[in-house]
């Protein structure tokens, strides 16, 4: 179950972080898919939790938007970390059409639960 923070430029428009919302639940299910957790398409009520946070006035970025992605540790998802960000931060762009996009894909050892 991955967590995923969006930084957003303050001027962001809403069109495109609605674009965001859309797209990422299924593309970041793509990007962290592995044997331990497959994916099937079939998104369930906290299967990608989103968190948008515009950014403030003492953050420093030149980014137009940050897509930080947490989701537990499996060696076949480390294998491959690499490519598994890079094709994420390429859908983003795709969708978005946005030219700073930033994507930090970090696999802790953790342990979900929810009722």
Known sequence: MP??????????????LRKLAEMLPHAVSVAVECPEEPYDGDLQP??????????????VSEMDVVV?????????????QQDRADDLCAAIEDVTGLAQVGVYLSLPIAAWAQS
Do not use: C, H, Q
């Open 3 to 16: 967590l995923v923070e969006i930084t957003y430029a303050p001027d962001m428009p809403r069109k495109v």
């Open 68 to 80: 930080e992605v947490r989701s537990r540790w499996f060696a076949s998802r480390a294998e491959n």
């Open 46 to 59: 906290g299967d990608v939790e989103l968190y948008f946070r515009s950014r403030e006035e003492f953050d």
